[in-house]
């Protein structure tokens, strides 16, 4: 009999602990939703001042071409007129319109270059979120799963869930999931065991009984 009781017990222990590690997985899954949707609105922010700063560099590249050609007239008049000293004038204002213009144009590529990136961020972030709420959905029915299996395994057991970013958090519960699921595989297991060493103690004090034999 104290074997059999340490089997029982040791199985109601291990379901007990599958219990007590679990985490609230469909809880966490939510919070690991929000926070990529979070990213997926700060991406997208991103964008839309990239957007504005891209309209602004256009405007600022068109107006500094348009002030280097006036200058440019206004220096060949100068020029024309004999007034060495107005010519020179336009002339320096015109080069400085066209560095203007040079930078302006570089900020607008270097803006172009982080839209794209952005853009590229966004498209896999909401690929990523798509993939994650089918996941959550699945890890979901497992884990009600093999909370319920567990329940099974050690009835009247009280137990706590703690509390534990996105994809990393979704592979971390996926494991402790798996390893759940093997744990209620095992207690299943180990009280079929304790179950048929029982059975086999029955059917032996049965056959004493038949045989007429004291019970040792």
Same mark, same amino acid.
Do not use: C, H, K, N
């Given at each position: 009999m104290g074997v059999l009781k340490r089997l029982v017990d040791l199985s109601k222990a291990t379901a007990h602990e599958a219990l007590n590690k679990v985490e609230k997985p469909?809880?966490?899954l939510n919070q690991y939703l929000r926070d990529m949707e979070e990213e997926i609105h700060s991406i997208r922010q991103a964008l839309v001042r990239q957007a504005a700063s891209e309209r602004r560099l256009e405007q600022q590249i068109a107006e500094s071409g348009r002030l280097a050609e006036s200058f440019e007239k206004k220096a060949a008049e100068a020029v024309a007129a004999h007034c060495d000293a107005e010519a020179r004038q336009a002339v320096e204002a015109k080069l400085n319109y066209l560095e203007k213009a040079a930078q302006y144009?570089?900020?607008y590529e270097e803006s172009k270059r982080l839209s794209a990136e952005l853009e590229y961020r966004l498209n896999q972030a909401k690929a990523e979120y798509a993939g994650m709420q089918a996941k959550r959905d699945e890890l979901a029915a497992r884990a009600r799963k093999v909370e319920s299996q567990a329940r099974i395994a050690a009835p009247?057991?009280?137990?706590?869930?703690e509390g534990g970013a996105a994809s990393r958090g979704f592979q971390r519960i996926e494991?402790?999931?798996?390893?759940k699921e093997a744990q209620a595989e095992l207690a299943s297991s180990m009280q079929a065991a304790a179950a048929a060493s029982r059975e086999? @103690?029955?059917?032996? &004090?049965?056959?004493? @009984?038949?045989?007429? &034999?004291?019970p040792s």
């Open positions: 469909v809880m966490m144009s570089e900020a009247g057991f009280g137990y706590g869930l494991e402790t999931i798996l390893q086999a @103690l029955i059917q032996e &004090q049965l056959a004493r @009984l038949r045989t007429g &034999q004291s």
